[in-house]
C-alpha cells in the first residue's frame, strides 16, 4: 500500500518562473492538505482540497497560489512568478473523511528560488 | 487568534523519560494530535486526544485537560532514535477546515 507521494523532491526555479508540485494521496484516502514548511518553522496550513473540490483555502495567499485536485490524476500546487519568499518545502497530507485528525504526510518538494 | 505554544528545544538522556508540553489559544477544536518529524523528513502521525485524558501507544503517550488548555506528549525509555521534533496540531471547529500546528519541539537524546 503505497503511501503519499510527492513529486518532484526537489525543484529549482528562477524568479518569475512557475512551479508546480504533484501529490498522489494514499489509496483511499479522498482529502488531500498543502502545507509549507520554513526552516526550523512549524507547518503552515495552506488549503484543504476533496475531489474536484476546495474545501478550505484561507492559508493560501492571495495571488500567485492555486491548487486543485481533479477528478483523475494527482492534486497539483501551482505556483506563479515565483519570488525568493516561496523556497520551502512544500507538503502534502491525506486522509479520509472520518479520520481528518490523523494524516499522512508525503515526503515534501523543497523548492528553491534562485 | 488561535495559536499553540511549545518549548523550542528539550534535552534528556538515552533511557529518561520526557514531557513535551503544548498550551492553545483556540475557541474550540475538536482534538489534539501530535506528530513527529525527523530532519529532512516528513511528519508522521503519533498520537491524537478527542477527549480529555490520557492516551498511551507503546512508549509514547498523550495527554489533553480542555478545561486548562494544554496537552503533552510523553515520551518513555527514550532512544537516540527519537531525536526529532515534535508538533502538536489541532483543527479549530469554528468553521473552516484548517490544521493549526505548533511551532515544534526539537528533542535530543544524548548518550
Known amino acids: 500500500n503505497a503511501g503519499v507521494m510527492q513529486n518532484p523532491r526537489h525543484l529549482v526555479r528562477r524568479r518569475g518562473q512557475e512551479a508546480r508540485l504533484r501529490c498522489s494521496p494514499m489509496?483511499?484516502?479522498?482529502?488531500v492538505y498543502w502545507y509549507r514548511q520554513l526552516p526550523e518553522e512549524g507547518l503552515k496550513f495552506m488549503v484543504y482540497l476533496q475531489k474536484e473540490n476546495i474545501i478550505d483555502e484561507s492559508g493560501m495567499p492571495k495571488e500567485r497560489f492555486s491548487a486543485e485536485f481533479p477528478k483523475e490524476g494527482p492534486s497539483i500546487l501551482r505556483i506563479q512568478q515565483v519570488v525568493r519568499g516561496d523556497s520551502a518545502a512544500y507538503f502534502c497530507?491525506?486522509?479520509?473523511?472520518?479520520?481528518?485528525?490523523?494524516?499522512?504526510f508525503g515526503p515534501g518538494t523543497r523548492l528553491t528560488v534562485t | 487568534g488561535q495559536s499553540l505554544e511549545q518549548p523550542s528545544e528539550v534535552t534528556a538522556v538515552e533511557g529518561a523519560i520526557v514531557q513535551i508540553n503544548c498550551t492553545y489559544q483556540?475557541?474550540?477544536?475538536?482534538?489534539l494530535s501530535w506528530y513527529q518529524q525527523h530532519d529532512g523528513g516528513a511528519p508522521t502521525f503519533l498520537s491524537y486526544n478527542a477527549l480529555d485524558g490520557l492516551e498511551e501507544t507503546g512508549r509514547f503517550s498523550s495527554f489533553l485537560s480542555r478545561s486548562d488548555s494544554y496537552g503533552y506528549l510523553l515520551l518513555q525509555e527514550l532512544q537516540m532514535k527519537d531525536s526529532a521534533s515534535y508538533f502538536c496540531?489541532?483543527?479549530?471547529?469554528?468553521?473552516?477546515?484548517?490544521?493549526?500546528f505548533g511551532a515544534g519541539t526539537r528533542l535530543f537524546v544524548k548518550a
Open positions: 483556540t475557541s474550540g477544536f475538536y482534538g
Open positions: 489509496k483511499g484516502h479522498s482529502h
Open positions: 497530507a491525506s486522509s479520509t473523511a472520518q479520520d481528518a485528525y490523523e494524516q499522512y
Open positions: 496540531a489541532v483543527t479549530p471547529n469554528t468553521g473552516g477546515f484548517k490544521t493549526i
